[in-house]
């Protein structure tokens, strides 16, 4: 249970600050993003670059891997 816990706040630490980072770089966040498709017509989703697609789907996706594993070589490495 300890693995898990060490591993999800890794997870979100990574996240808050990627989140952090692609709101300074100009990037559009899940929370743009899924307010955008929410609150807009199929226009809207039109206004979404190139780079912000990369960012969501790719980018962000391998980081909060990274943040996994950088949580589970923490684990391995404290309590193992």
């Not at 706040?9 to 996240?15: D, E, G, K, P, R």
């Not at 952090?20 to 929370?31: S, V």
């Not at 743009?32 to 190139?50: H, Q, R, Y």
């Not at 891997?65 to 950088?70: D, Q, S, T, V």
């Amino acid at each position: 249970m300890l693995r898990l816990y060490i591993i999800g706040l890794s997870i979100l630490l990574i996240a808050i600050i990627a989140n952090f980072l692609a709101n300074k770089l100009g990037l559009k966040t899940w929370y743009d993003f899924m307010e955008i498709l929410f609150n807009t017509t199929s226009t809207g989703i039109k206004s979404v670059g190139v780079v912000d697609y990369l960012w969501l789907f790719l980018f962000y996706p391998l980081i909060l891997g990274l943040g996994y594993l950088l949580g589970l070589k923490l684990y391995i490495a404290v309590f193992d």
